[in-house]
């Protein structure tokens, strides 16, 4: 399975992004597909899940309301649309594919594989 993410860019708070994962390869192996984030001198952490096929979802609190994680299947990408953006959102934004049931979305040992990264930067 291979990841590819786009979308980031520069905006200012309050402001909106949209990320895309397209994913290719062994897609239906995937079983979730997740977006963690990692700024500067931070540990990496987790943003948003969406099983690949179901399309439940999980966020993290602090992204929970403010973003929406969605699918498209025929195209094999994953969106993650952020609305309200804070300069704390400021990131490094990575999708990552999980290919077992079980394990927890928020957790990054669950995902198998990894895109490149795509920087978000919000200015105040």
């Known amino acids: 399975v291979q990841l590819q993410a786009s979308g980031g860019g520069l905006v200012q708070a309050g402001g909106s992004l949209r990320l895309s994962c397209a994913a290719s390869?062994?897609?239906?192996?995937?079983?979730?597909l997740g977006w963690f984030r990692q700024a500067p001198g931070k540990e990496r952490e987790f943003v948003a899940a969406?099983?690949?096929?179901?399309?439940?979802?999980y966020y993290a609190d602090s992204v929970k309301g403010r973003f929406t994680i969605s699918r498209d299947n025929a195209k094999d990408t994953v969106y993650a649309q952020m609305n309200s953006l804070k300069p704390e959102d400021t990131a490094v934004y990575y999708c990552?594919?999980?290919?077992?049931?079980?394990?927890?979305?928020?957790?990054?040992?669950?995902?198998?594989?990894w895109g490149r990264g795509t920087l978000v930067t919000v200015s105040s």
């Open positions: 990552a594919a999980g290919l077992y049931y079980g394990g927890n979305d928020d957790y990054a040992g669950t995902y198998a594989y």
């Open positions: 390869g062994r897609t239906f192996s995937i079983y979730r």
């Open positions: 969406i099983n690949w096929n179901g399309g439940d979802t």
